[in-house]
């Protein structure tokens, strides 16, 4: 029998929900949970599905978002996210088929972006993405991490009660969290999901929030805390760190500096943190910062190169690079850039490129986090050494690219 492969209607829903728990080997829904939010964040996702007769047996759909690229402008991005296919299907061109349907669905709506985080990271490069932004996962110790250098001062602490969150967040999270590349809108629907355990109370679940001296919300932070009986001192506590955002790089430290004050707590455990996390050259102690590991976050495809290059900002170097882009998928991106420090236009009337590259480079370089340098060692460039140091020159970017959100 052959494949069918659709966009997913309502009531297909769910049977695409439990083929996607399987594939990732996850429970399915309960009907309690199913209706608390597992129908409400489907509504909002536009996606495809594969079917065997009437067996839903592959998904993949993309949640509408906006991303924050260098310069601080946000392009709207194609989430990628719910991707899988059966076991018993495998190995068939399914997730080859539905994510041509997902990307021709983005170049519908007008979307510059597409972003995803992989479970595999093999897979994607094919559809056209490329590894922008990367996370470390790390244990702080408080003791020697305190004093935190340059914690703002005089603004004040409060802890949400668990009715308050569904309402302080959203809106606070949307003030104080796009000032690095990477940066994600967050739908209404993910806060019951991303904050459950705080508003549930199912964990020592909390979410802490600071205001300025003006009484003015401009961070929180959200964390579990346990006890370590393992620890070889005798039980004391330990912490995780699941989402911090500031206004400005002395909030962020100010959230930091609470996390260091919590009473019992000698570790603090994030899974991800970005890669030039402030943080830890604010320790007192620099070796109170660890880093466990580092691990590839976001993979990002430009789907309209022309709108996505002239959307962010260059650095003010002199010179131009014109950049001649391969776009298997989407041809309609293939031509030549100039990129200079006023920005960047498609000119088709220029034919001898600077630098070449398929859309997997570009779409890696174009956060500023992955450098051109390291694009060109992977043979994806064909460039003079002088050409690809401009490009980085020009495609730099601090702070580094970071999402912070899982979806």
């Not at 479970?119 to 993405?129: K, L, M, N, P, V």
């Not at 495809?301 to 290059?309: F, I, M, P, S, Y």
């Not at 959307?311 to 991106?333: H, K």
């Not at 003079?384 to 020009?394: E, I, R, S, T, W």
Request: charge should be negative; proline fraction near 5%.
């Amino acid at each position: 029998m052959s494949i069918e492969f659709r966009a997913t209607q309502p009531d297909e829903y769910r049977r695409a929900a439990e083929t996607v728990c399987a594939a990732l080997m996850a429970a399915p829904p309960t009907d309690e949970q199913w209706d608390e939010r597992g129908r409400a964040s489907w509504d909002e996702m536009p996606s495809y599905s594969a079917w065997d007769g009437d067996r839903c047996v592959g998904h993949v759909g993309h949640f509408l978002v906006e991303t924050v690229v260098p310069g601080g402008t946000r392009l709207g991005t194609g989430a990628v996210s719910r991707v899988g296919v059966l076991a018993t299907h495998r190995r068939r061109g399914i997730a080859k088929g539905l994510m041509h349907e997902l990307v021709a669905d983005a170049t519908r709506r007008g979307l510059p972006l597409m972003s995803l985080r992989a479970s595999e990271a093999t897979i994607y490069e094919r559809f056209g993405f490329g590894l922008a932004g990367e996370f470390s996962a790390i244990d702080l110790f408080p003791r020697r991490a305190a004093p935190i250098r340059g914690a703002a001062t005089g603004g004040s602490m409060r802890i949400l009660r668990p009715d308050e969150i569904l309402t302080v967040l959203p809106d606070l999270y949307d003030r104080v969290a796009f000032g690095r590349p990477g940066v994600i809108t967050r739908p209404a629907t993910w806060y019951a999901r991303l904050f459950k355990d705080a508003i549930d109370g199912s964990k020592a679940s909390f979410v802490a929030v600071h205001s300025d001296e003006d009484g003015v919300d401009d961070g929180f932070v959200h964390y579990e805390n346990a006890w370590d009986d393992d620890h070889p001192d005798g039980p004391t506590g330990k912490g995780e760190v699941l989402d911090a955002f500031g206004a400005t790089p002395a909030v962020e430290l100010a959230l930091w500096q609470y996390l260091c004050d919590v009473d019992l707590v000698t570790r603090w455990r994030a899974s991800e943190r970005p890669i030039d996390d402030i943080v830890r050259f604010a320790c007192s102690d620099v070796r109170a910062y660890r880093i466990r590991s580092v691990d590839d976050e976001q993979w990002v495809r430009l789907v309209d190169v022309e709108t996505a290059l002239a959307a962010r900002t260059y650095a003010p170097v002199a010179g131009e690079v014109a950049i001649s882009v391969r776009d298997p998928l989407l041809p309609d991106n293939d031509g030549v850039y100039v990129v200079g420090a006023d920005g960047a236009k498609r000119r088709d009337d220029v034919t001898d490129a600077d630098l070449e590259t398929d859309i997997v480079g570009l779409s890696a370089a174009y956060l500023g986090g992955t450098s051109w340098h390291t694009v060109a060692a992977t043979g994806r460039v064909v460039a003079d050494p002088a050409a690809v140091a401009l490009a980085d020159a020009l495609f730099r970017s601090t702070p580094a690219p970071f999402c912070g959100t899982f979806f």
